[in-house]
């Protein structure tokens, strides 16, 4: 929850459900609540890197989310044994989205 003040007057609440749905109570004459969803784009992130012990370890040294990482392997698990296949020195690159939402991008005071 967030609690917005003037001076020593509490003007509004936010409860925020998730990241990107919240709850704004806005208290003046009359309290009014409005649902607020924020605006979310997609970020392209370019990655790149070199196998040492693992892809893994790898990947985690190139600043690659988790998530991409275990998405990556899903994928590409029936194809490459992850394993076996990958020697140190094999090189990886990988295009993935992020979504990025800008806190109270979407909001209207």
């Known amino acids: 929850m967030r609690f917005s003040y003037m001076g020593e ?5 936010e409860v925020m459900k998730d990241k ?19 605006n979310v784009e ?13 892809f893994y370890e790898a990947a985690i ?5 988790d ?4 998405d990556f392997a899903y994928i590409f698990g029936w194809d490459v044994d ?8 094999d090189k990886f690159y990988v295009i993935y989205e992020t979504p990025y939402s800008k806190w109270g991008a979407s909001r209207k005071w």
């Open 9 to 13: 007057k509490l003007t509004s609440i």
């Open 67 to 70: 998530s991409v990482i275990m």
């Open 82 to 89: 992850f394993v076996f296949d990958i020697r140190e020195g």
């Open 20 to 38: 990107l749905n919240s709850l704004l109570i806005t208290i003046s004459n009359d309290i009014s609540i409005k649902k607020v969803k924020k």
């Open 42 to 54: 997609l970020i392209s992130s370019f990655k790149k890197g070199v196998i040492g012990t693992s």
């Open 61 to 65: 040294e190139s600043d690659i989310p």
